[in-house]
């Protein structure tokens, strides 16, 4: 046998251990569902057609009766798949497109639901993203349960799980039933010859017999489909439920703020004023170092109000529009800003507000965490999308992991139909952009 023949032989034994190996792994992440349902079928058949069994009836309450045992049989199996499906499904196809990627090349990305964050509400509850709840714990509890088992993502999943056991796993268990019932015939008297032909043909179909991941995977183990309205809805949805606890943590800001800075401060200038009222007769003296300190407390309390008002909607924004509030904003920076607008005209009070308050979350965090020297805020407008572009010569690795300030940008933005886009690989630059659509005013 010359050298190039037996290096076809032992790729060919290689491609027949392969199939063969692939084989195994399809038909164990296609037979959950076989495995769960078709026994409850026949344990379901055999009881409830027995009650049947004896029955001396007219044929057609028979076939009524018949009817309804066959309706409860397929609900008993329903229930089964349904039960199993939530815990199974999403780690099976999961499984089941990494061995795609690995075997075929076709990557497939998917997307799982992610635990929203709750916020507790001014009226002591708490807030899912969903529903309310009395306890943080029981919300987040919730939050995971709603998260896991109502992702259209895993029905999806589970669609597939049900198509691969009528699809993927008869034709990927072929090779191995017919090795080992060729091999069965093959020691037996008067079958050997067909054994061997059966385990002939089991070994020449192994090569193929996986392949047909290829097109059943491509179709159902992607994305789950779903219209433009429906896509729209959900993203409607999500929307609504990041809001929600924006508005719920911005409230919680404020009254944190009246209730420990102003509110605090009123109450003491009330009661100094009270006891000086009380020593007006007797110590006047005293009476003016109170009315004194009262005076110096009213001033710090109406700092803190304005300062609380200029983070609600700073006048210099309602005023002189984004660009110079940004320059304002640029100059309390701990770190050196500068900024350049390409902008001709204001953008509407509502982007602007949104754009403000996100450059502002996006110095904060430069200041606290990039270790930068230079940070550069460009505004561009272009095709109806007003983009702000923050640049910083810092440390990079900038992510939009839950409960950053990245992802309440991205949560304040996305309320306009706009995005956040991050480039910060570690070491550095980090270049953030804000796009939102708008006009011009």
């Keep these: 046998m010359s050298g190039a023949s037996r290096g076809n032989l032992a790729g060919w034994v290689g491609e027949i251990g392969r199939g063969l190996c692939r084989s195994v792994v399809l038909t164990g992440l296609t037979c959950v569902m ?15 057609y027995s009650w049947s069994d004896e029955m001396t009836v007219p044929p057609a309450v028979r076939a009524l009766a018949v009817v309804g045992e066959t309706l409860l049989v397929v609900l008993w199996v329903a229930v089964a798949a349904w039960t199993v499906h939530p815990l199974t499904s999403r780690a099976l196809a999961r499984t089941a497109r ?8 076709l990557d497939v990305e998917v ?47 589970g669609v597939w799980a049900l198509a691969a056991a009528v699809t993927v796993l008869p034709v990927a268990a ?43 995977g491509q179709r159902l183990l992607g994305p789950v489909p779903s219209t433009r309205l429906g896509r729209q809805v959900e993203e409607l949805k ?17 009254e944190r703020g009246l209730h420990d800075g102003a509110q605090a401060r009123l109450v003491a200038m009330g009661m100094s004023m009270g006891a000086a009222e009380r020593l007006v007769d007797t110590d006047p003296q005293a009476a003016k ?10 001033v710090t309390a109406l700092d803190e109000l304005r300062s609380l008002v200029r983070g609600i909607n700073p006048p210099v924004l309602t005023e002189r529009g984004l660009v110079d509030a940004l320059r304002a904003l640029a100059l309390d920076s701990s770190v050196k800003v500068a900024v350049r607008s390409q902008v001709p005209a204001r953008p509407e009070r509502p982007v ?14 430069v200041a606290k965490h990039a270790r930068a020297e230079r940070v550069t805020v460009e505004l561009g407008y272009a095709t109806r999308i007003l983009t702000v572009t923050v640049s910083d010569d810092g440390i990079g690795g900038a992510t939009a992991s839950t409960g950053s300030g990245l992802t309440g940008v991205e949560r304040r933005v996305a309320a306009f139909g706009g995005r956040l886009e991050i480039d910060s690989p570690a070491g550095g630059p980090t270049r953030i952009t804000v796009a939102v659509p708008c006009e011009l005013s």
């Excluded at 076989?34 to 409830?48: D, E, I, N, Y």
């Design 352 to 365: 602007e507000s949104a754009v403000y308050f996100s450059v502002a979350e996006l110095l904060a965090n």
């Design 174 to 216: 072929l090779p191995l039933l017919a090795l080992g019932y060729g091999g069965y015939m093959a020691v037996t008297p008067g079958l050997t010859g067909y054994g061997v032909a059966l385990v002939a043909a089991g070994l020449a179909g192994a090569p193929f017999a996986w392949r047909i991941l290829g097109p059943v």
């Design 289 to 298: 170092a109170i009315l004194a300190d009262a005076r110096a407390t009213s």
């Design 238 to 254: 999500a929307i609504r439920a990041d809001l929600t606890q924006t508005q719920a943590a911005e409230l919680e800001r404020i």
């Design 111 to 157: 997307t799982y639901r992610t635990v929203p964050p709750v916020t507790r509400m001014a009226t002591g509850f708490w807030w899912d993203g969903h529903e309310y709840h009395k306890s943080e714990r029981e919300a987040r509890r919730r939050a995971r349960v709603h998260a896991r088992f109502h992702d259209p993502q895993l029905h999806w999943d």
């Design 98 to 105: 990494r061995c795609a990627a690995n075997w075929l090349g």
């Design 34 to 48: 076989v495995l769960v349902t078709v026994p409850v079928g026949w344990a379901g058949s055999a009881l409830a």
